[in-house]
């Protein structure tokens, strides 16, 4: 039964279609501001990057933004001047980049996206690669290193992946081989990942679909295919045993994480997955956060999370210890609260109540003209339809409590995962 | 791999795109910026709505005049703890009861605290507003103050003034507040000591005296209508009835007599994150839009001055910005880079070379002062792709006095602003002023090199106290 709190579901209208040249489009109207965002994927990710060349897949993304043939400048600087909002991220699995321009500057969008996604190695050169090297290797300092706990999710993937899997070493790579990424390489990468047809492009907000169709043709059309790269592809093994790793840093208290190898994104078990989490520690009134903060003092915080990915997912529940306690009592109580879920399975009310803020999170993700922009792009890119967002929700409705006490038995056993410490340095310098 | 060559052999040839110079505009589409429409509650409340039916949500805010400036001298931390209390339990609700029925409803209530002032807010789907309302009448009116929930929330806020001493970044600002303001206003943040002073009679207190109708101001937007809202708000809001005491708020800060830096030492520290600070003047003041878009040139942009020199051109930093900010003492001008160890005194030189330049050899110019102006007015309507921005500029108004067409009139007083206005209001704010720098680095790295620069060398610890030279 549903509760008072369950939404209708959304609904994003677009339409889908590929030019001659195998790149995808998909145009959605929203025309609530005079704002239009152009979000182009491109499907290659750190998970496609070679021994020896970590962290190229995001050095290379910057090498996007230092200008192509006929834009040879920052790509910030025609854009910034007209109101646009320009980023690009890259993660495991692909690499996207989006502006957002005032809806009159979209044939400049267009053109640029256009432009460096065929013409972006006539103006590339040493200097450039040499510069953002530097650049990245600060993001590095200032995103991982020098944060307290910034080094954690480096350290969770390198022990829940074997070597040879993609997913072993973090987005952000090493030091060393950002230092030593070649033009050669940039020039290999942009040939065999930066094509047509491995993107897909999506204009999302206030535009005339006639006219964007004309303009994708026009700018897009003539950007030649070239043999279409197999994705990196490999069977993630099952972890045998349970692996404990410590680290000592310049942290002020004990912090765990307890990690699992869980289901793909976007498949019915990873919407169970995230329930779990939800049900778990999602607000004052959940087990862990009862047991591990409230009643007990024993951590500052905890929570629980499912991070989705397209080969395999990670389920990680992270706790940080309170003054005078150690993140193995951590470790004990969060086993404590999912033993007691093993045997007993989820009550029907809380996996009501964590439905109904799942659903209404429907509603967080299409609110903005970008946000429904890079999720049309993310349900096509792993289903194939960007219409897919019935179907998303439908995963949630159509778990049930037997369903979830299954899926904690199969993918949460005690013995078989990561557990990370990273623990104060005992003699600060 | 062949169907696609194959495709494109036979795919007639696109009508190639001219490539020779950058694209022109389409036609520009109309947009009416939205407004609030306004209203009174019988205890004298301002409500302001605005109406946005795109998503089925309805948010509420109650926002208040008290912040943590009316902390007592060795109670930091009162106000925060006494706000964030407040939907803990209350009414008939403890803890649990008040999470599941909120989750029940699909909705939220949270409070939120700062220097300036503080705030209630909700959201919901039309058909709970009401039910949501409740609860958060319960949260204002009646919250416990329960022993259990103060001994979790002090426990946390004491680790958490432990784990800021760990973060360059925290440690930055906070030493930066303490240059600035030494134990007042915003210097005055939580210790170990005064959050182990704060009673529950204190807590109890501090809502009893600082929350009240004539210091507090209700914002509607979403899915509703002033006509839907206002009964739901008389009903739950109306009859609330307080008196609060008088509050005193904080002032301008002496500005320093010279430019000085301060170093924390951070032993090991991957980077030095550089920050500076100085406040110039207050955004009543009819230069402070043309001082921000100076600002966007010289610091404030990507493609900036200051990023553009120690990103782009010299790789010392992932980004390097500044800003123009306002809160209750005045307007705030700072920026901020966290750069390599062993480029921190280039990264410092290059910084304050172009701030420099800006009165001497590189007058702020037409063609960056335009784009800088663009990049803000061109962008504008996206802000109001939901009701948040206008909402939050109402509650701003309120908070800071500031005009009442603070929004309504803001792309007209931008299209005022030209190269003239903006280096005549960098000239009065910045122009070759002293104002103050923190380096939060590996001393050990660093600090040989720092004399270099000229500057007045101070030490202060994480805590921001002075250490003996």
Request: hydrophobic share 40%; with cysteine.
């Amino acid at each position: 039964m549903a509760l008072a709190g369950a939404p209708d579901a959304p609904t994003i209208p677009f339409e889908k279609y590929t030019l001659p040249n195998g790149l995808q489009v998909i145009l959605s109207p929203d025309d609530s501001v005079p704002y239009v965002w152009v979000n182009v994927w491109y499907y290659v990710g750190s998970r496609d990057e070679v021994s020896g060349r970590t962290g190229f897949a995001h050095l290379y993304e910057h090498m996007m933004f230092q200008g192509s043939a006929h834009a040879n400048d920052d790509y910030f600087q025609p854009l910034q001047r007209i109101g646009g909002q320009v980023n690009g991220t890259t993660n495991l699995d692909r690499t996207n980049f989006f502006e957002g321009v005032p809806s009159q500057w979209l044939p400049l969008a267009l053109f640029m996206e256009s432009d460096r996604m065929g013409w972006l190695l006539p103006a590339m050169d040493q200097e450039k690669l040499d510069n953002q090297k530097q650049v990245v290797r600060n993001e590095r300092r200032q995103r991982y290193e020098n944060r307290p706990y910034g080094n954690a999710w480096i350290y969770l993937l390198d022990a829940m992946y074997p070597p040879e899997h993609p997913y072993h070493h973090a987005t952000i790579g090493l030091h060393q081989d950002i230092d030593a990424a070649t033009l050669t390489d940039v020039q290999d990468f942009f040939k065999k990942w930066y094509l047509p047809n491995n993107a897909s492009l999506v204009i999302c907000g206030n535009f005339d679909t006639t006219e964007a169709k004309k303009l994708v043709e026009s700018y897009f059309g003539e950007i030649p295919a070239a043999p279409e790269p197999a994705p990196t592809k490999v069977k993630t093994p099952k972890l045998t045993e349970e692996t404990v790793v410590r680290y000592q840093e310049n942290v002020p208290f004990p912090k765990v994480w307890v990690s699992w190898h869980s289901p793909a994104s976007l498949s019915r078990d990873d919407a169970g997955m995230d329930l779990l989490a939800a049900i778990l520690s999602n607000g004052e009134d959940t087990p862990l956060y009862r047991e591990l903060v409230y009643n007990t003092g024993l951590a500052q915080d905890v929570s629980a999370y499912q991070s989705s990915a397209e080969l395999s997912s990670m389920f990680t529940i992270e706790a940080t210890a309170s003054p005078g306690h150690t993140g193995d009592e951590l470790v004990t109580a969060i086993d404590n609260v999912l033993a007691h879920y093993r045997q007993s399975g989820v009550s029907t009310d809380e996996l009501d109540m964590a439905r109904t803020a799942y659903e209404v999170q429907f509603y967080d993700a299409i609110a903005t003209i970008q946000g429904k922009a890079n999720l049309l792009n993310n349900y096509n890119r792993i289903t194939g339809d960007p219409g897919f967002i019935a179907q998303d929700m439908a995963r949630y409705s159509s778990i049930t409590t037997k369903y979830l006490k299954k899926l904690i038995k199969k993918y949460l056993p005690e013995d078989r995962r990561v557990v990370l410490h990273i623990d104060p340095a005992s003699e600060a310098k | 791999m062949k169907r696609l060559a194959l495709l494109s052999l036979l795919a007639l040839p696109a009508l190639a795109a001219d490539r020779s110079q950058l694209p022109a505009p389409l036609a520009q589409p109309a947009f009416n910026l939205p407004t609030p429409s306004t209203a009174r509650l019988s205890n004298g409340m301002t409500v302001k709505v605005v109406e946005d039916h795109e998503l089925p949500f309805v948010w509420v805010t109650l926002a208040f005049q008290a912040g943590s400036f009316t902390d007592p001298a060795g109670k930091e931390g009162l106000s925060d703890a006494a706000i964030d209390l407040m939907n803990d339990a209350a009414g008939n609700y403890d803890g649990v009861q008040i999470a599941q029925a909120l989750k029940r409803l699909g909705a939220s209530v949270n409070t939120s605290a700062d220097a300036d002032g503080a705030s209630l807010s909700m959201r919901a789907l039309g058909r709970n507003v009401d039910a949501t309302l409740s609860i958060m009448e319960a949260v204002l009116k009646t919250p416990h103050y329960d022993a259990q929930d103060w001994k979790v929330l002090q426990s946390q806020m004491l680790a958490n003034v432990t784990g800021r001493k760990s973060d360059p970044n925290s440690v930055a600002y906070d030493v930066m507040q303490s240059v600035l303001f030494g134990q007042d206003y915003k210097a005055r943040r939580p210790s170990e000591a005064s959050l182990q002073a704060i009673t529950l009679d204190d807590l109890k207190n501090w809502h009893k005296t600082h929350l009240a109708p004539s210091q507090s101001i209700l914002l509607v937007g979403g899915d509703t209508t002033q006509a839907e809202i206002l009964p739901l708000l008389e009903k739950h809001f109306g009859n609330w009835a307080n008196e609060a005491v008088a509050l005193n708020k904080p002032t301008f800060p002496a500005p320093p007599s010279q430019t000085t830096l301060t170093l924390v030492d951070r032993p090991g520290a991957a980077q030095s994150v550089i920050l500076a600070g100085r406040y110039t003047g207050q955004p009543t003041e009819a230069d402070h839009l043309s001082f921000s878009v100076a600002n966007l040139a010289i610091g404030g942009l990507f493609t900036s001055r200051v990023n553009m020199n120690l990103r782009e051109k010299n790789g010392y930093t992932y980004g390097a910005r500044s800003s123009v900010s306002y809160d209750l003492a005045g307007t705030f001008w700072s920026a901020s880079a966290p750069v390599a160890s062993d480029k921190t005194v280039p990264a410092l030189k290059e910084l304050l070379a172009e701030l420099a330049n800006v009165t001497g050899t590189h007058p702020l110019d037409a063609e960056e002062i335009n784009n800088a102006r663009a990049s803000v007015s061109a962008s504008y309507p996206l802000r109001f792709e939901s009701p948040d921005y206008l909402l939050s500029q109402q509650s701003l108004i309120w908070r800071y006095g500031l005009p009442e067409d603070w929004v309504s009139g803001y792309l007209n007083r931008l299209a005022q602003v030209d190269a003239n206005t903006a280096q005549a209001a960098w000239n009065k704010r910045m122009g070759g002023l002293p104002f103050n720098l923190v380096i939060v680095g590996d001393a050990s790295r660093i600090s040989g090199d720092l004399v270099s620069t000229g500057l007045p060398i101070l030490r202060r610890d994480s805590d921001g106290h002075l250490l003996n030279p």
